[in-house]
């Protein structure tokens, strides 16, 4: 388990085994899913001042991080439809 806060086990806890499960049947979700890894290890990074950056800078990385946890919470809720 990762000890990144905010990563999705526990942002959607209860939903590990749905989250992998949809990761194997659907790439766009699985691609969701990197992304959002992605950008919450680099938001992690700058609140810990391992990356340094402007307070714009970081405030962009947690509304990206937003927006691609509200696209994996939609998908969760509707299954594999894009959207």
Do not use: C, W
């Not at 806890?13 to 691609?31: C, L, N, Q, S």
């Not at 290890?41 to 391992?50: D, P």
């Amino acid at each position: 388990m990762s000890t990144t806060p905010h990563d999705l086990a526990e942002e959607f806890p209860g939903e590990v085994e749905k989250i992998h499960a949809m990761k194997m049947a659907d790439a766009h979700f699985a691609k969701l899913v990197e992304q959002y890894n992605e950008v919450n290890k680099a938001v992690h990074r700058a609140e810990t001042r391992l990356d340094t950056m402007t307070e714009a800078a970081e405030n962009e990385l947690r509304r990206h991080r937003s927006h691609l946890k509200d696209h994996i919470a939609h998908h969760l809720a509707h299954g594999a439809q894009h959207g």
